[in-house]
């Protein structure tokens, strides 16, 4: 496999790249720098620095000819979007355009997207499968989903085979110590969970703990950065054997509270973690948790970490 990642020098981009070197692929990571870290490329994969808002780079870089393109490129920060949507509607929906075009004119027929559980909104019943009402509630989401749209046009009137991965939350670090650029402003609960334990922070904020769940706390389902990787490798091959585009959640069906991924912190490092409650933030379900027996049916895909301290372990 010939693969090109888009986004390979970041967080999920940089394991993706690892898992594909595993499977023997050749691999050329795009990338401008502007969240990824040049300390997370792979010295047997060749590297592009370049924007998927440069069209002119974006086409020279896949007439090289690739079996397959992975896109991981877009922005990710759900509170962003809604106080400034023209990044995401440029960065998210034209990259988007450039990048199919692109393919369009070098010949590519298979793309791997990063999508999001925040295709769904809020949920309507649990485990969210693939037939979930799609309604987001944020831009960021809303530009997921629009990104699923136009590939589904582009299957549809150029031939572009795409399997779109909507993650739900990502979390842990490569085991083996091979990525090492971390997200300098982290989103995601346990980077900051990170960075309260070496200091960086003072303490973690919590926000609500009146939700009718067990604790009190809101309940997230986190996959393993690792086995979102492992995917992408699966999705890849299915598409190349002629299979049809598709959708897939990744989730580990488990649901874990936010106390619990304090506990399990807290039992990893030895020591107490400073926690502070804050208010609820508007749009937060208590509840989201995946279904992925589409994955594994089809794709064949089983996480490995399903188990939260394994996972803390990895990131901490």
């Known amino acids: 496999m010939k693969v090109l990642v888009i986004g390979g020098a970041g967080y999920i981009g940089s394991h993706v790249v690892k898992a594909l070197l595993e499977a023997n692929a050749s691999v050329t990571v795009y990338d401008d720098l502007s969240t990824g870290h040049k300390i997370n490329l792979f010295a047997k994969a060749a590297f592009v620095e370049g924007s998927i ?43 988007m355009v450039n990048i199919l075009n692109a393919m369009s004119k070098s010949g590519c027929k298979v793309l791997v997207f990063s999508s999001s559980a925040a295709v769904y909104g809020m949920p309507e019943y649990l485990p969210v499968d693939e037939n979930h009402p799609l309604n987001p509630i944020n831009f960021y989401g809303f530009t997921k989903l629009e990104s699923e749209r136009l590939m589904a046009w582009y299957d549809r009137l150029k031939g572009i085979k795409y399997t779109a991965l909507r993650y739900f939350n990502a979390a842990g670090y ?25 200091g960086q922070r003072e303490c973690l904020l919590i926000f609500g703990n009146d939700y009718d769940t067990r604790d009190g706390t809101c309940v997230r389902d986190y996959v393993h950065v690792s086995d979102l990787a492992a995917a992408h490798v699966l999705a890849i091959r299915r598409l190349l054997e002629g299979r049809p585009s598709a959708v897939y959640n990744l989730g580990t069906s488990n649901g874990v509270t936010v106390k619990e991924v304090v506990a399990a912190a807290e039992k990893v490092t030895g020591k107490p973690l400073p926690v502070r409650y804050v208010d609820r933030r508007p749009g937060d379900p208590a509840v989201l948790v995946a279904s992925s027996k589409k994955a594994e049916t089809e794709l064949g895909w089983k996480p490995r970490y399903m188990r939260i301290e394994d996972i803390v372990k990895t990131e901490l």
């Open 53 to 95: 808002l440069d069209y002119g780079r974006l086409e020279q870089t896949m007439r090289q000819g690739f079996d397959a393109v992975v896109h991981l490129a877009a922005k990710k920060a759900v509170g962003e979007s809604m106080e400034n949507p023209e990044l995401y509607a440029e960065n998210n929906l034209i990259g």
């Open 174 to 198: 490569d085991p083996d110590g091979a990525v090492k650029g971390r997200d300098s402003k982290p989103q995601n609960l346990l980077p900051i969970v990170k960075e309260v334990v070496d």
